[in-house]
T-cell receptor, first 114, second 110 residues
Framework: NAGVTQTPKFQVLKTGQSMTLQCAQDMNHEYMSWYRQDPGMGLRLIHYSVGAGITDQGEVPNGYNVSRSTTEDFPLRLLSAAPSQTSVYFC?????????????FGEGSRLTVL | GQQLNQSPQSMFIQEGEDVSMNCTSSSIFNTWLWYKQDPGEGPVLLIALYKAGELTSNGRLTAQFGITRKDSFLNISASIPSDVGIYFCAGQGGNNDMRFGAGTRLTVKP
């Protein structure tokens, strides 16, 4: 029972570098999303997808790109990393509606941008 | 955008005390959920609420979906040390996205 798998768990980048955080789920969930968690800010929605080929912006999308070519995968791309993107990133998925069920979370990816 | 205002930000209580936290929104939500996060892990669902006015219990936890669909509360009775963690409310809004409150950090003193 893999659930939601995120890689890598830890990453250090220099300002201006690019990278992709991977997220995969094996529960055939339509809805997938990326959150970032910063102290005192809770979980803020970056991007989400309600199905393959469909993505939409959340609260804090700037500096991040996503794509959803398959139901299983939802990678998050940082094109030019900035120190403000230092955070813990969580991928989550759930079956889709019309009312969403439980969001299942990955273990998180801790990103540091120097 | 849809904002969730969660309070209090933090709570320090004695073991055995009851705890109450709540979330409010300026927008209507279709679903309210309550999660708990332990250090170094992702949030885990505690209670899900799907109907306005719904009151649901899960052991020592009780949560309600406000009748206006703009608020929810979570109560924890007879707290124990393992209740320590960060509690988040979350809601499904009209854009079909899931938003989270800023969290309530709970500390339980033995």
């Amino acid at each position: 029972n893999a659930g939601v798998t995120q890689t890598p768990k830890f990453q250090v980048l220099k300002t201006g570098q690019s990278m992709t955080l991977q997220c995969a789920q094996d529960m055939n969930h339509e809805y997938m999303s990326w959150y970032r968690q910063d102290p005192g800010m809770g979980l803020r929605l970056i991007h989400y997808s309600v199905g393959a080929g469909i993505t939409d912006q959340g609260e804090v999308p700037n500096g991040y790109n996503v794509s959803r070519s398959t139901t299983e995968d939802f990678p998050l791309r940082l094109l030019s990393a900035a120190p403000s993107q230092t955070s813990v990133y969580f991928c989550a998925s759930t079956s889709r509606g019309p009312v969403y069920g439980e969001l299942f979370f990955g273990e998180g990816s801790r990103l540091t941008v120097l | 955008g849809q904002q969730l205002n969660q309070s209090p930000q933090s709570m320090f209580i004695q073991e055995g005390e009851d705890v109450s936290m709540n979330c409010t929104s300026s927008s209507i939500f279709n679903t309210w959920l309550w999660y708990k996060q332990d250090p170094g892990e992702g949030p885990v669902l505690l209670i899900a609420l799907y109907k306005a006015g719904e009151l649901t219990s899960n052991g020592r936890l009780t949560a309600q979906f406000g009748i206006t669909r703009k608020d929810s509360f979570l109560n924890i009775s007879a707290s124990i040390p393992s209740d320590v963690g960060i509690y988040f409310c979350a809601g499904q809004g009209g854009n079909n996205d899931m938003r989270f409150g800023a969290g309530t950090r709970l500390t339980v003193k033995p």
